[in-house]
């Protein structure tokens, strides 16, 4: 089996784990597993580095055709249809 951990819970997580319980049947260790699989992903990127300014500038770079479209769309004098 792999790792066993114990976890002490504030009163206000272990009553919502009791809810959590209750709502889905399944064991309180089950409910407790699927919360860190869920939530594993979501406290690993919290504490990664920024990306850099322009990290992804290669990939997306300027696009002449966007360009000039928003640039003759901008001379176009546009009104409302009332």
Do not use: C, H, W
Not at 2 to 7: D, E, Q
Not at 27 to 56: C, D, H, M, S, W
């Amino acid at each position: 089996m792999g790792m066993r951990a114990s976890v002490d819970l504030d009163p206000e997580l272990e009553s919502e784990l009791r809810n959590v319980v209750s709502l889905t049947k399944e064991k309180p260790a089950t409910v407790i597993r699927q919360a860190l699989r869920a939530g594993l992903p979501v406290v690993a990127n919290r504490f990664q580095a920024p990306r850099p300014e322009g990290y992804f500038s290669d990939d997306y770079g300027p696009d002449e055709g966007r360009l000039a479209l928003e640039s003759a769309m901008g001379k176009i004098q546009q009104r409302s249809e009332r």
